[in-house]
């Protein structure tokens, strides 16, 4: 079965597609660093979008999702954002987790694995 990374650097790639399941590195908020948790998540979850899109899934196919919040007392605001985003009939299983992020302007990341096809 073959593998597929795009978006890939000396590090990392941001999309690993491997027989009918892409997963995607985790997402923090590379076009709204330091906004509000909501604001983040909106960026994150456009990004994922994209990412599934290309890798030719949606989020109606999201089999997994883990976040990671840098304060738990942001919990609300974050699932504001993913409920009014996540397709309702399709909900993937998810952990949430309050951890401290790479860098101070990221407050949520988010990682998923979505079936293909």
């Known amino acids: 079965m073959s593998v597929t990374r795009k978006h890939s650097g000396p590090r990392m790639s ?12 985790g997402q923090v908020a590379q076009e709204a660093p330091g906004a509000s948790v909501g ?4 960026d994150i979850l456009q990004r994922i979008d994209q990412y599934l899109e290309e890798a030719g899934s949606d ?3 999201a089999l997994a999702a883990t976040i990671w919040l840098t ?19 399709n909900p993937p299983v998810r952990a949430c987790v309050e951890s401290r992020l790479a860098a101070p302007q990221f407050t949520v ?3 998923v694995t979505a079936a293909v096809g």
């Open 59 to 61: 989020k109606s196919k």
């Open 109 to 111: 990341e988010i990682m």
């Open 71 to 89: 304060d738990m007392d942001s919990f609300g605001e974050m699932n504001e954002v993913w409920d009014a985003w996540i397709d309702p009939a």
């Open 14 to 25: 941001q999309i690993v597609v491997h027989g009918d399941t892409v997963y995607l590195a």
């Open 39 to 42: 604001d983040q998540t909106r």
